[in-house]
């Protein structure tokens, strides 16, 4: 299969992991939907080789690492080596949904190509201030 689509409703209900990988068909990194209901207390981990990025869709949560405490909302992002201890928390009054993404071995270049040469100017402007 090329691409698949799905939403976090439809691969679990109520608190906890949904796990987005298996169900899309996702071979080239580790992703998570993850579910924090109010008040939920993290649990402190750590990877042998899995770097993670968090990011916070909605609600907020507490992030706790290396001694640094911070919060963080909606667009929230939190990066963490794989080894460095970490705990996400919700102790807040409302859910926190985050997506999680683990991978090793680092960046591949720039190769993406537009498929119809007249997009090649508009991306090439896309993002830039006017």
């Known amino acids: 299969m090329t691409h698949a689509f799905s939403s976090l409703d439809e691969l679990g209900e109520g608190p906890g992991f949904r796990k987005i990988r298996g169900a899309l068909g996702i071979t080239a990194f580790g992703i998570n939907g993850i ?3 109010p008040g939920h207390d993290g649990f402190l981990h750590y990877h042998d080789v899995q770097d993670e990025l968090y990011f ?3 609600g907020r949560v507490v992030v706790e690492c ?4 911070r919060e963080l909302g909606p667009g929230g992002l939190f990066h963490v080596e794989s080894t460095t201890p970490r705990k996400i928390s919700n102790p807040f009054d409302e859910e926190a949904v985050m997506i999680a993404i683990g991978g090793k071995d680092g960046y591949v270049e720039r190769d993406g190509h537009m498929v119809h040469e007249e997009d090649i100017a508009r991306r090439a402007a896309f993002g830039r201030p006017s």
């Open 56 to 58: 916070v869709h909605s």
């Open 66 to 69: 290396e001694g640094e405490t």
């Open 35 to 37: 579910v924090y209901p």
